[in-house]
């Protein structure tokens, strides 16, 4: 009798504990929903730049937190498929902000493009990869040696195919790159009209699922794979107290992530049209991600990628990172916080 007794006893703890884990969680992501914030009167418009990828944004959007906190402000969103689209469309004045990998705004600023860092999310080496298909007699990265390896030109995979062609003692001149957007990638990928893809999630999580590639190399040891936020030169000057507040909301909705992972992975999923398990997959691999100022080590580590660009002729005149870097004092940071 004792025996059953303490039986049941564990039981309805273990219950409980979990009702309580769960409450724990749903009271975080309410608490994240309907968390007090004051107000802004910012532009008119603000047309907003995101991918796929871009998790803080999209949750952000789900939310509705940036309409809130900006009544007087027409929000717009608009999607893109990878990074050089999204800063051409920043620099022609169809966008105000955007996100973005380590390697387009490179190729923007050696093209002239006026835009402006204005913030960054901590390194996700393990997001992007170089796949072969299972099939593929391909085993390492030297025997990509006179192989067609498929990417986007200027985008985060880019600067990762270079670091690895690098690594594997080859030359850019070895390989054949085969410059495609990512949903065109895949379809040559698929049909084998390529030897190998160098990726970034979430299409790299999409085709992990659904074909089983072999990974040839993720960005560890090979690229940090950033990601930045950045922003209009007029739009920076003339309501920077606008993108404390976009830089603030975007940290919020990490955190909501972070706390609350079923959540985001419904939100992201209905938004995205992504299946939740490729969109669990991808998180899975992105570590905490608010959003900060660039630190001097980022802005060296931008820069390391710049040289890369031009040392091998890829982009056409060297750049300075550090010149389209938006950099206010603390002091300055302190004062654009919405009283």
Do not use: C
Request: glycine fraction near 6%; avoid cysteine; proline fraction near 7%.
């Amino acid at each position: 009798m004792t025996t059953h007794l303490n039986t049941q006893r564990r039981r309805l703890l273990q219950v409980l504990a979990t009702t309580a884990l769960g409450w724990t969680l749903a009271d975080k992501y309410a608490a994240a929903q309907q968390a007090p914030v004051s107000t802004v009167r910012g532009p008119e418009v603000l047309r907003i730049g995101y991918q796929k990828s871009a998790v803080n944004l999209v949750i952000a959007k789900q939310q509705g937190w940036l309409e809130k906190r900006l009544p007087a402000t027409r929000v717009t969103w608009l999607e893109f498929p990878g990074g050089p689209q999204l800063l051409e469309a920043l620099s022609v004045g169809s966008l105000e902000f955007g996100l973005t990998g380590d390697s387009p705004p490179v190729f923007a600023q050696a093209a002239g493009k006026d835009l402006l860092y204005v913030g960054a999310e901590p390194p996700k080496p393990d997001s992007s990869a170089i796949l072969v298909l299972g099939d593929s007699p391909i085993r390492n990265l030297a025997e990509l040696k006179g192989k067609r390896v498929a990417l986007q030109k200027g985008s985060s995979a880019h600067f990762l195919l270079v670091q690895a062609v690098e690594k594997a003692g080859l030359q850019w001149t070895d390989i054949q790159p085969v410059y495609l957007t990512p949903a065109d990638a895949r379809a040559a990928f698929e049909r084998k009209s390529v030897d190998a893809w160098a990726i970034w999630d979430p299409f790299y999580a999409a085709t992990e699922l659904a074909i089983k590639p072999r990974v040839l190399a993720t960005g560890r040891d090979l690229s940090s794979n950033n990601s930045f936020y950045l922003a209009s030169r007029p739009f920076v000057h003339n309501h920077a107290q606008t993108l404390r507040v976009l830089l603030d909301e975007i940290s919020r909705a990490d955190r909501l992530a972070q706390e609350a992972r079923k959540d985001a992975i419904k939100s992201i999923a209905d938004f995205s049209g992504l299946d939740a398990g490729v969109v669990s997959l991808f998180l899975q691999r992105r570590p905490p991600s608010p959003v900060g100022l660039l630190s001097p080590a980022t802005v060296a580590e931008q820069q390391r990628v710049a040289d890369a660009f031009f040392k091998l002729g890829l982009i056409p005149k060297p750049v300075k990172v550090a010149d389209i870097v938006w950099q206010p004092s603390a002091a300055q940071w302190a004062s654009l916080a919405p009283r």
